[in-house]
């Protein structure tokens, strides 16, 4: 079946370091990939998307692309913020009708001054 | 519209009561789903409705969960005989889905659910 596998956390950064975090994913057809972001005591917010090999999703600085030949949809930003302290779910849903996403098991970024 | 609702944020209980939680979609969003997430866990998909119909189910989803929509509008989702394994957050979300559109789904803040 499909699956999500991210690199685990927790991810240390310094405030205006770069960030990645790697996504990769099994999936038999075509799928959407998304990022989606969970701040703590807060439910799941989407971050990005893509839903086609090539496309580049981005959204408050934060991008990923796509990449069919590596099924990768790895998130990166510039420069991170204390504020950008979460947990990170990258998640792919399948395009056939029902639209059921699976998560990857997140990967918590901490951000210090 | 101020996005989705749930209700409790918060429920704890004993082993063997039976617990519902509530969901508000927004409001014209048509499909509704019914997630569970563990600590260090992401979400996992437990049920599924379009409008008032139930389309699918996990089979993470015993037979003492039961789900239902009546109208098409909020949810909610019952657990009956609580054991300690339930212990996790419950998490709704809800989309629109249109012909062969992408489903963006819009996630509510959860209903933490701790058996004592």
Same mark, same amino acid.
């Given at each position: 079946?499909?699956? =999500? *596998?991210?690199?685990?956390? +927790?991810?240390? /950064?310094?405030?205006?370091?770069? /960030?990645? #975090?790697?996504?990769?994913?099994?999936?038999?057809?075509?799928?959407?990939? %998304?990022w989606y972001v969970? !701040? +703590?005591?807060?439910?799941?917010q989407l971050l990005l998307?893509?839903?086609?090999?090539?496309?580049?999703?981005?959204n408050?600085?934060f991008?990923?692309?796509? @990449?069919?030949?590596?099924?990768?949809?790895?998130?990166?930003?510039?420069? =991170?913020?204390?504020?950008?302290?979460?947990?990170?779910?990258?998640?792919?849903?399948?395009?056939?009708?029902? !639209?059921? +996403?699976?998560?990857?098991?997140?990967?918590?970024?901490? =951000?210090?001054? | 519209?101020?996005?989705?609702?749930?209700?409790?944020?918060?429920?704890?209980?004993? @082993?063997?009561?039976?617990?519902?939680?509530?969901?508000? +979609? #927004?409001?014209?969003?048509?499909?509704?789903?019914?997630?569970?997430?563990?600590?260090?866990?992401?979400?996992? %998909?437990?049920?599924?409705?379009?409008?008032?119909?139930?389309?699918?189910?996990?089979?993470?989803?015993?037979?003492?969960?039961?789900?239902?929509?009546?109208?098409?509008?909020?949810?909610?989702?019952? #657990?009956?005989?609580?054991?300690?394994?339930?212990?996790?957050?419950?998490?709704?979300?809800?989309?629109?889905?249109?012909? @062969?559109?992408?489903?963006?789904?819009? %996630?509510?803040?959860?209903?933490?659910? *701790?058996?004592?």
């Amino acid at each position: 079946g499909d699956s =999500v *596998t991210q690199m685990e956390g +927790p991810v240390t /950064l310094s405030e205006e370091a770069f /960030l990645t #975090i790697n996504c990769t994913y099994t999936a038999t057809g075509y799928p959407s990939l %998304f990022w989606y972001v969970q !701040y +703590p005591g807060e439910g799941l917010q989407l971050l990005l998307k893509a839903t086609k090999a090539d496309d580049k999703g981005s959204n408050k600085g934060f991008e990923a692309t796509y @990449r069919k030949e590596t099924t990768s949809f790895h998130l990166e930003k510039g420069s =991170v913020q204390v504020s950008d302290s979460a947990v990170y779910f990258c998640a792919l849903s399948d395009q056939g009708g029902s !639209y059921i +996403p699976t998560f990857g098991r997140g990967t918590s970024l901490i =951000v210090h001054p | 519209d101020t996005g989705v609702s749930q209700d409790p944020r918060h429920k704890i209980t004993k @082993r063997g009561q039976n617990v519902t939680f509530r969901c508000d +979609p #927004i409001s014209e969003h048509n499909r509704l789903y019914w997630y569970r997430q563990t600590l260090g866990q992401g979400p996992e %998909f437990l049920t599924y409705f379009q409008n008032e119909a139930q389309l699918e189910k996990s089979r993470l989803l015993s037979d003492r969960f039961s789900a239902e929509r009546p109208k098409g509008s909020f949810s909610t989702l019952e #657990i009956q005989r609580t054991e300690q394994g339930d212990s996790a957050m419950y998490l709704c979300a809800s989309s629109h889905t249109s012909g @062969r559109s992408t489903d963006t789904q819009y %996630f509510g803040p959860g209903t933490r659910l *701790t058996v004592l």
